[in-house]
């Protein structure tokens, strides 16, 4: 079965530094793994995605993150932070062998200090 | 182009009475998902409708219910509602053409039940 793993449940960074929030998810086979942005009381945003070739790759609002397949990860990170950047990020694994549907992680709740 | 909508916003009901949520697909997208994010459990996928045929379903109890009407709207009915279904009620919609799609987000509907 499919499973993600956030393990940081809060992560403070200050505005500018840089940011990895970490995901290792645990599939059989090559998953198709999200990243996904919610803000208080708001739906889902998705932010990228990979699905094949390359491994490093670029969603909106500057993020991009890293698929490892030997060390079963897909890291979001982003070079310099924004105060508009607080929110709670999910990371999601997706499997047509699964009927489709999206397993996500925990959720790390990202607070920017300025 | 217009997003995933949800309605209503808010719902507030009391135990064992009957919810009924309602979402609107992307134009173009045949599938529609509902999962469920309460406080503690995380997001948890409930269920898979395409092409007005239930695909998959989570460990969620036969009181949830739904239907996808022939224009691609759906609808989740919640019966004998419990004080633990108090959660927000996300609609996510995607094609179906090709390996996988990804899922797009509603804002959601807040259920509360009294």
């Known amino acids: 079965a499919q499973s993600v793993t956030q393990p940081d449940i809060h992560i403070t960074v200050s505005e500018g530094a840089s940011l990895e929030l970490r995901c290792n998810y645990s599939?059989?086979?090559?998953?198709?793994l999200f990243w996904y942005v919610q803000s208080p009381g708001q739906g889902l945003q998705l932010l990228l995605k990979y699905f094949s070739g390359d491994t490093l790759v670029q969603g909106i609002k500057g993020f991009e993150a890293e698929f490892k397949r030997s060390q079963s990860s897909f890291n979001l990170r982003k070079p310099s932070v924004h105060w508009s950047d607080a929110a709670e990020y999910f990371c999601a694994v997706g499997a047509r062998e699964y009927g489709n549907k999206l397993v996500f992680g925990a959720g790390t709740i990202l607070r920017v200090k300025s | 182009e217009a997003g995933v909508t949800q309605s209503p916003t808010h719902l507030i009901k009391t135990r064992g009475q009957q919810a009924t949520l309602r979402c609107s697909p992307i134009?173009?997208?045949?599938?529609v998902y509902w999962y469920q994010q309460a406080l503690g459990l995380g997001l948890q996928f409930l269920l898979w409708y395409d092409e007005g045929e239930e695909r998959n379903r989570g460990n969620f109890p036969p009181r949830f219910s739904g239907r996808q009407f022939p224009n691609y709207s759906s609808e989740l009915n919640v019966n004998a509602l419990e004080l633990e279904d108090s959660a927000l009620y996300l609609c996510a919609s995607s094609l179906r053409q090709g390996t996988y799609n990804e899922q797009f987000f509603g804002p959601g509907t807040r259920l509360t039940v009294l």
């Open positions: 599939y059989g086979a090559t998953p198709y």
């Open positions: 134009s173009g997208h045949t599938s």
